[in-house]
């Protein structure tokens, strides 16, 4: 998965002796979204997060090698402008969002709500 100015792309890659060889499977997902960091959650969901709009999770990440609309949800603070800057996974099944400009938030996955820390 490669994070783009506009959207997002899907990659696969294939390891040729040393070396590994990438192909775009999947091209101009979301392009009304701009993106600049990506992670995962304990249940497989897709995180991205935007230059200015939240973050965006893709709520089921089989969606992607179907040829139907993606199932993506909408996170934001406040409504308020939030820049994210990376997405964290913990050992105790927590996951975490990382701004530039608001803090730390921690995501429950199970109430599906992002709450300021």
């Known amino acids: ?9 899907i990659l696969s890659y294939q390891k ?4 590994y060889d990438y192909r775009v499977v999947k091209n101009n997902l979301l392009p009304s979204q701009n993106f600049n960091s ?8 897709l995180w ?19 040829d139907i609309d993606i199932d993506y949800s909408l ?7 939030l820049r994210i800057s990376c997405f964290s996974t913990t050992s105790n099944n927590r996951f975490w969002v990382g701004s530039f400009d608001k803090g730390i938030f921690r995501f429950d996955l199970k109430k599906k709500s992002i709450q300021r820390i």
């Not at 991205?48 to 179907?66: E, H, M, Q």
């Not at 996170?75 to 402008?81: E, M």
């Open 1 to 9: 998965m490669a994070t783009l100015k506009s959207g997002f792309a």
């Open 16 to 19: 040729n002796g040393a070396n």
């Open 75 to 81: 996170f934001k603070f406040q409504n308020r402008q």
């Open 48 to 66: 991205l997060g935007t230059l200015n709009n939240g973050a965006v999770r893709i709520n089921d990440i089989n969606t992607f090698y179907k």
């Open 38 to 45: 990506s992670g995962f959650d304990h249940e497989n969901n």
